[in-house]
Nanobody, 129 residues
Framework: VQLQAFGGGLIQPGGSLRLSCAAS????????IGWFRQAPGKEREGVAC????????YYADSVKGRFTISRDNAKNLVYLQMSRLTAEDSAVYYC???????????????????????WGEGTLVTVSS
């Protein structure tokens, strides 16, 4: 299982950015996916998690109302749309997943990054003027 997060960059405070998570060699449909981030000197934290069919979404309180997780099964991508970005959102963002045969509440996934099985390479988001 290989994942790749991309779409990061330098963005001004208040701006928007969309991250994408792509799968290599398999179809993402049915796989629960989580977006996580890690800022320098801080522990990795869950940002948003989505169910295999996209019907259930969970957001960390820090991003609720600003970030939106979604999936496009036709394109085999999971997105993280981020808006009203602040410096506190600066971090390396990762997407991750668990075995497709394991069903876990999205909140549990997001609140325990150590439970994620496969991780993609991160993409750096820097919010700065």
């Amino acid at each position: 299982v290989q994942l790749q997060a991309f779409g990061g960059g330098l963005i001004q405070p208040g701006g928007s950015l969309r991250l994408s998570c792509a799968a290599s060699g398999f179809n993402l449909y049915g796989w629960q996916i989580g977006w996580f981030r890690q800022a320098p000197g801080k522990e990795r934290e869950g940002v948003a998690c989505i169910s295999g069919d996209g019907g259930v979404k969970y957001y960390a309180d820090s991003v609720k109302g600003r970030f939106t997780i979604s999936r496009d099964n036709a394109k085999n991508l999971v997105y993280l749309q981020m808006s009203r970005l602040t410096a506190e959102d600066s971090a390396v963002y990762y997407c991750a997943t668990i075995p497709r045969t394991v069903i876990r509440p999205e909140s549990a996934m997001c609140n325990n990054y150590r439970s994620m099985r496969w991780w993609g390479e991160g993409t750096l988001v820097t919010v700065s003027s």
